[in-house]
């Protein structure tokens, strides 16, 4: 990362650099595969496939098993999705969940700290996993907005995007958003800001550019030449 001072220079117009969470800042996929499976199994449902479970990633609870168990009525969608919500809060207060954090994001979070730069996350999680995630992996402190699925509408609504950047006092054209999946692009583009994909995640990058990525990078060291780039653009 660069030297702080030179900083703002590199990010250009950007101000607020919203960033998703499972698939872009940890690798949380196994622990979510894992989590349909049993739940779907407890009622005697075959789990979807785990390419499925992956790509609904993002999603809000609901959204997800709407999309995952799509000949299942609301009942059964209200159980599931109950279901899956108490297991992981069982397996956060059992500190059983693993969700790593992927390489080079802590060096880049860490190197995007300045005064005038703001840090948000928009993510399909509730808020008190992400908080739990946040606190586990001693990041709590380098956000200044949280927008979760459970306090917003979901993906892909600019919503939670739209409300980081008003919480921040930023607008649109300072602001992108930092995501794996079609629906964080789809987000980004509603909004009015810019997207950037990040390619180690859960949807393929053509996919990312064919929902509107402005780019998709490899490595989070990327992410700043990126900026750079699309602000002068």
């Not at 180690?200 to 990327?222: C, F, K, M, N, T």
Request: glycine fraction near 8%; hydrophobic fraction near 40%.
């Amino acid at each position: 990362m660069s030297d702080p001072s030179d900083l703002l220079r590199q990010l250009g117009r950007f101000r607020l650099i919203v960033f998703d969470c499972d698939g872009t800042l940890v690798d949380s996929q196994h622990n979510i595969i894992a989590a349909v499976e049993r739940v779907w199994r407890s009622i005697d449902m075959q789990p979807p496939s785990a390419d499925l479970i992956r790509r609904q990633v993002g999603l809000s609870v609901e959204a997800a098993i709407a999309r995952m168990a799509p000949d299942a009525d609301a009942v059964v969608h209200r159980r599931l999705g109950e279901a899956f919500l108490a297991l992981k809060a069982q397996l956060q207060a059992e500190h059983r969940l693993e969700e790593p954090l992927y390489p080079g994001i802590r060096d880049l979070i860490h190197g995007l700290d300045h005064p005038e730069l703001f840090l948000g996350i928009a993510t399909g999680k509730g808020r008190a996993a992400l908080d739990y995630t946040l606190q586990k992996q001693q990041l709590a402190d380098r956000f200044h907005t949280l927008q979760t699925a459970d306090r917003c509408r979901g993906k892909p609504d600019p919503e939670m995007m739209l409300k980081a950047i008003d919480e921040t006092g930023m607008q649109p054209h300072q602001s992108v958003m930092i995501g794996d999946t079609s629906f964080d692009m789809e987000m980004a583009r509603a909004a009015g800001a810019t997207a950037v994909g990040v390619a180690w995640g859960y949807h393929q990058a053509e996919e990312l550019r064919q929902a509107g990525a402005h780019a998709v990078i490899d490595h989070p060291s990327q992410l700043t030449g990126w900026l750079s780039r699309l602000s002068a653009a």
